[in-house]
């Protein structure tokens, strides 16, 4: 790097101020590259973000985790408003619906806020020796609290506003039927659709971060997620959205139902990211090798 940044010799009439200049385009061009950071560079750039990420303060952590969980919240919401329509066939609901609930995680990496599945990434520094276990668990334990709060309470709010009456009151049947089809689900398959959405989750985060602009996260984030919602694959904060808007919406359901979902999909998402994804990537790119 610093034989490209010094100055050519003055050859062929070059002046110091174009030669100058020349040095400064380098320099931009090094420094601000059109091309993605390579999987390597992603590794590092994740496990160092993870070490800043769990060493936040309490409170810090706590408020970024309300925002994040009304960012997944208005991605449900979303998500509900295109499910409302019947007009649409079953994949194209989907894939649309996954569209629209994309907004979530991108208002998450964009905006910035500490969402509980993807800080499952934290687990790359905490396998680096960069964080110990103590700081990875309130992290997740502050961070997860703060997402339920945040996604209940945009839940109370969109409740109050009268959302759920558009469509003739649709919405507030889609909103009914997306919470009472959760609940009914076996909690294995529970299990196995939180693993797998939080492969998908945590694999937008990575990609984004290979991003250097807003335009490459968002394309980085929006395949991903839109996979996962299509497929109905459970990530835990939005359901912490679902439920309490359909029981206040006068869904024949309890708390009971909500931990009876949150607890194996949390259990789930937990693995798909911190397992699958967070450990695999440490153990491929990070972990030291022996001589």
Known sequence: MTALLTPAPHVDGATPDTAAQRTQTVHRHATFGADAYAPTE?????????????RLPWATQAMLGVLAG????????????VASDASLGFAVSRLLGGLAFSLGLLLVMVAGAELFTGNHLIAMAWASGAVGSAELLRNW???CLANLVGAAGL???????GHASMNGGAVAAAAVRIATAKAET???????????????????????MAGRSVADKAVAIVFPI???VAAG????????YFFPLAMLLGAPLSTLDLLRNLGPVIAGNLVGGSVLVALVYWTIYLRPQRP
């Open 42 to 54: 992603i590794a590092a750039r994740v496990r160092d973000l993870g070490v800043t990420k769990a």
């Open 70 to 81: 009304a960012f997944i919240g208005f991605g449900a919401l979303m998500f509900t408003l």
């Open 141 to 143: 334990v502050v961070v």
């Open 155 to 161: 839940a109370l709010l969109v409740f109050w506003s």
């Open 186 to 208: 076996p909690i294995v398959e529970l299990f196995f659709r939180g693993v797998l959405c939080n492969v998908l989750v945590c694999m937008a985060a990575w990609m984004a």
């Open 226 to 228: 839109t996979a996962f």
């Open 233 to 240: 694959f459970e990530h835990s904060i939005a359901n912490m």
